[in-house]
Structure formats: structure tokens, C-alpha cells
């Protein structure tokens, strides 16, 4: 069996080095390179092609991992349009010019794209956008919680789970969409989805998609409790996507969800 090739890009960080260390047991998978700033604060296998060198990071990976910054994803997607290469991509945050990078980039590679790589939120997001169809009139509230080192938000994962619950509705989330409340803001209106942020101490991930009506409410809530759900799932996806035509896949499509 050939061994993917896997690049890991963000490598000092809270998921990349978990993803180091779970690559050293993934069958079939294994490390070849990691993008580095400066230098890093960790021993990792002499065979590793360590670099501040983007187009040898690329080039010496069959496919690459992505749990970085908005800023430091954009510049991995501007090289790998030069260089294609199957991309997973987690980080979060991103703008809308990183967005439309991201799509040109999976005209010529795959480009898996997912805030959430759990299996436990593919579903959560297939069950929002049954329940906000169904529950006409209800009132739909969106709640996350994370660490406090986390420096976007909303969470990428609210905002996906906030567009299955628009989609369920035939809404425009832009226009729908409440990020806060404070003051003497008037009644809540019918169609807003609210979509709050709190932060604190170790949290690793908690999502809760609250449906509200007169009478009863339903509250769907995902909470993740390691932070190994997230590399884990991301190898699994780099390990599907590595054999994949060019195009912009989810992780829906990874699970066949
Ligand atoms: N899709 C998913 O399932 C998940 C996504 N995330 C997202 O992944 C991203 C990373 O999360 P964490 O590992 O917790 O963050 P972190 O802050 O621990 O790690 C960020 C990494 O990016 C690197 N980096 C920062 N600026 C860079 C630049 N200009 N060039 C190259 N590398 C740069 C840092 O050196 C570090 O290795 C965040 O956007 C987070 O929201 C996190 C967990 C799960
Ligand atoms: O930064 C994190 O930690 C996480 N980020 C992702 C997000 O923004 O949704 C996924 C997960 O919730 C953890």
C-alpha cells in the first residue's frame, strides 16, 4: 500500500501538532513536511522536510492540512494555485476574498472545506436544516462556547450551522443574521437567527441550535470534548480527498452524510 504524503500547514499549533502526533498512527498516511515561520518548538522526525519555503513545504506532500490563520490560509491558497495539491482546509474566520480564493483554488485541486470536521456536527447541520423547515414560526437562537485562545467569532461552526438553519428557510443569512443585543433594541423580529459568541477557560467546542416557540422549544447541541475529534477527522478527509477530481467538497461529502 503507498503511503499519503501529508503536509501540515500551522504545525506548532493546538490542532497541528495533535495532528503530528496522530499521523505516527494513521495506516497509510504519514508526514512529510511542515510550514514553519521560524522554527519549532518540538522535536519531529528527521525525515521531515521542515521549512519557511512554501512552494517546497507544497511540493514535497501529496496532500496538505490547513489549521492556520485566515491570513496564513490565503497565502497557502495563492502558492497552491501555482502548485496544485489536494487541500483540507479548517481554518475558520475566513473573509470573503478568502473565500472566493478558495473556490478558485478547487477549480484546479480537490479543496476539501470544513469548519467542523467532526462527524457529530455533519449531522447536527443536516438535523438543523430538517428542524428549521419543520418548526415554522419558531424562533431560532444559536449559542457557542469556546476556549479562550480562540480569536474569531462567531465560530466557523455556528455560522455553517446559522446557514443550514437559514437554507432550511429559504433565508438570506446576511440579512438575517444577529450577531448581538444590547440596549433598548425593540422586540425580536420574526425572521432573525441570532448567532452569539462566549469564551472561556479550556471550552474545546459547544454548539447548541435552540428552536423556540410558545409553549415548547427544542435546543440540538454538539459539544465537542477533545480536541482529537478535529485531526482525527481531518485525516480522514485528507485520506478521501487524495484520490479525488478538482472541485469544492464538504465534509458531508466525505462521510456521505
Ligand atoms: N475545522 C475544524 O474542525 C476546526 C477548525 N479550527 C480552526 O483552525 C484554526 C487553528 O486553530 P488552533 O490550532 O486552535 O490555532 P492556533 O493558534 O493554536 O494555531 C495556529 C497555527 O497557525 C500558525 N500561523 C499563524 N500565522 C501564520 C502565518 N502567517 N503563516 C503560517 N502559519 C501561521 C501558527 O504558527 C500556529 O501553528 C482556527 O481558525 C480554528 O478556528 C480549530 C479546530 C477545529
Ligand atoms: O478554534 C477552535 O478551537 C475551533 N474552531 C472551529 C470553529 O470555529 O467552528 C471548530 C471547533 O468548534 C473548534
Same mark, same amino acid.
Given at each position: ?195 452569539? +459568541? &462566549? *469564551?472561556? $477557560? ?7 441550535? =435552540?428552536? /423556540? ?5 427544542? !435546543? @440540538? ?12 477527522? +481531518? &485525516? *480522514?478527509? $485528507? ?7 478538482? =472541485?469544492? /467538497? ?5 462521510? !456521505? @452524510?
Amino acid at each position: 500500500m503507498t503511503t499519503i504524503k501529508v503536509g501540515v500547514f500551522g504545525a506548532s499549533g493546538r490542532v497541528g501538532k495533535l495532528l503530528i502526533e496522530d499521523l505516527k498512527n494513521t495506516q497509510g498516511m504519514g508526514l512529510s513536511s511542515v510550514y514553519v515561520r521560524n522554527s519549532l518548538d518540538f522535536a519531529i522526525d528527521p525525515s521531515v522536510l521542515v521549512t519557511s519555503d512554501m512552494h517546497s513545504f507544497i511540493g514535497a506532500s501529496d496532500i496538505i492540512i490547513d489549521f492556520s490563520l485566515p491570513e496564513a490560509c490565503e497565502a497557502l491558497l495563492e502558492e497552491a494555485i501555482k502548485t496544485p495539491k489536494p487541500l483540507v482546509i479548517g481554518t475558520t474566520g475566513l473573509n470573503t476574498h478568502q473565500l472566493n480564493l478558495l473556490k478558485q483554488a478547487s477549480e484546479l485541486m480537490p479543496v476539501l472545506y470544513a469548519t467542523n470536521m467532526s462527524l457529530g456536527v455533519a449531522l447536527l447541520n443536516k438535523l438543523v436544516h430538517q428542524a428549521s423547515a419543520a418548526l415554522e414560526g419558531f424562533d431560532i437562537e444559536i449559542v457557542e462556547m469556546h476556549h479562550r485562545h480562540k480569536k474569531d467569532a462567531p465560530s466557523g461552526t455556528a455560522l455553517t450551522l446559522a446557514e443550514s438553519a437559514a437554507n432550511g428557510r429559504n433565508l438570506d443569512l446576511d440579512k438575517v443574521r444577529v450577531s448581538g443585543r444590547d440596549g433598548n433594541i425593540g422586540e425580536r423580529t420574526k425572521d432573525e437567527i441570532a448567532v452569539m +459568541a &462566549l *469564551r472561556g $477557560g479550556d471550552i474545546v467546542g459547544r454548539h447548541t441550535v =435552540g428552536f /423556540y416557540n410558545d409553549g415548547e422549544f427544542i !435546543e @440540538l447541541n454538539h459539544t465537542a470534548t477533545s480536541r482529537n475529534t478535529f485531526s482525527k477527522g +481531518a &485525516l *480522514r478527509a $485528507g485520506k478521501w480527498l487524495s484520490d479525488k477530481e478538482p =472541485g469544492l /467538497y464538504s465534509i458531508s461529502d466525505c462521510l !456521505e @452524510l
